[in-house]
Each structure stands twice: as structure tokens, then as C-alpha cells.
């Protein structure tokens, strides 16, 4: 194995439906794959569960992070330095509720950065909430990934 180095400006960057994903790099024979997000205000995920667990790091603005383990659910407003480890197949969500973009820093299995890469577009989307055609494109690549959308 051999040192690599990825800056922000050289990174794979693409949009997942309005969040901005720069893939940093891989921990090679470990399954591992670090990303940077950039969630605009009003983006995030669906409720959601999926086999990979995640490891957020709030880099910058806040994010609040739904946990749907517990009736009624927990809601987390998690700001700079906060770390939120989420276990295989715990339901949760995002969601940039702020008035500013957030940054996050995560990790994921290899699996949900091919999901990722699987939905990802080069082009910069419009502002605003997903098209139906969106949520469409999200709901395929959700299944063909094994992400399960909650109620």
C-alpha cells in the first residue's frame, strides 16, 4: 500500500440530489471510504435504513440527525466537532435545517459510496426540493443498493 493524497479541488465531486459529495479516499483492504458533504439548507435524506453502518463528523453549520430506533424519535442538532455514529440497519436521516450550507465529513463502507456514486450527477442541480423524477431516480438506485425508505 502506498500514501495517497486528495485535495478538496482535485477529488471526484458529484450531487446527490442537492448534496455536494467529494469522495476523498479509500482505506485500502478495509472496506472504508471517507467523503466530504455539503448539505444546503433545507437538504438532507429521507428517513431511511440501510446493512452499512456511517460515521458523520459535522465539520461546519449544524445538522440535525433523526434516529428512528426509539417511539417517539430523537432528534440530534449536531455542530462543528460532533461526531454521530449510526449502526448497520438503524433508521435515521439528515437534514441541514440551518439557514447556511453544512459540511460533513464521513465515513461509509465501500457499498454506500458506489450507492452514492450510482446516483450522482456531474452537473450543479437546481435549488429547491427534488422533481418527482428525482425522487424517482432515488427510489431506483435505493433498491438496486438495498436502502430500505422508511413510512
Same mark, same amino acid.
Given at each position: 500500500?502506498?500514501? /495517497?493524497?486528495?485535495?478538496?479541488?482535485?477529488?471526484?465531486?458529484?450531487?446527490?440530489?442537492?448534496?455536494?459529495?467529494?469522495?476523498?479516499?479509500? &482505506? *485500502?483492504?478495509?472496506?472504508?471510504? &471517507? +467523503?466530504? &458533504?455539503?448539505?444546503?439548507?433545507?437538504? %438532507? /435524506?429521507?428517513?431511511?435504513?440501510?446493512?452499512?453502518?456511517?460515521?458523520?463528523?459535522?465539520?461546519?453549520?449544524?445538522?440535525?440527525?433523526? +434516529?428512528?430506533?426509539?417511539?417517539?424519535?430523537?432528534?440530534?442538532?449536531? %455542530?462543528?466537532?460532533?461526531?454521530?455514529?449510526?449502526?448497520?440497519?438503524?433508521?435515521?436521516?439528515? &437534514?441541514?435545517?440551518?439557514?447556511?450550507?453544512?459540511?460533513? +465529513?464521513?465515513?461509509?463502507?465501500?457499498?454506500?459510496?458506489?450507492?452514492?456514486?450510482?446516483? %450522482?450527477?456531474?452537473?450543479?442541480?437546481?435549488?429547491?426540493?427534488?422533481?418527482?423524477? *428525482?425522487?424517482?431516480?432515488?427510489?431506483?438506485?435505493?433498491?438496486?443498493?438495498?436502502?430500505?425508505? +422508511?413510512?
Amino acid at each position: 500500500m502506498s500514501a /495517497t493524497f486528495v485535495s478538496p479541488d482535485s477529488a471526484e465531486t458529484l450531487w446527490v440530489v442537492r448534496d455536494k459529495v467529494r469522495f476523498m479516499g479509500d &482505506v *485500502e483492504g478495509k472496506n472504508l471510504s &471517507v +467523503l466530504e &458533504v455539503m448539505v444546503p439548507p433545507g437538504s %438532507g /435524506t429521507p428517513p431511511h435504513m440501510h446493512d452499512s453502518a456511517e460515521i458523520f463528523r459535522v465539520l461546519d453549520g449544524e445538522i440535525t440527525f433523526g +434516529l428512528f430506533d426509539t417511539l417517539p424519535p430523537r432528534h440530534i442538532v449536531a %455542530g462543528p466537532g460532533s461526531v454521530v455514529t449510526i449502526g448497520s440497519g438503524e433508521p435515521h436521516n439528515y &437534514v441541514n435545517t440551518g439557514g447556511r450550507p453544512a459540511e460533513m +465529513l464521513v465515513i461509509v463502507d465501500t457499498a454506500m459510496k458506489q450507492f452514492f456514486k450510482d446516483l %450522482g450527477r456531474v452537473e450543479e442541480p437546481e435549488y429547491g426540493p427534488p422533481s418527482a423524477a *428525482e425522487i424517482a431516480q432515488v427510489q431506483e438506485a435505493c433498491a438496486r443498493h438495498g436502502i430500505s425508505m +422508511l413510512g
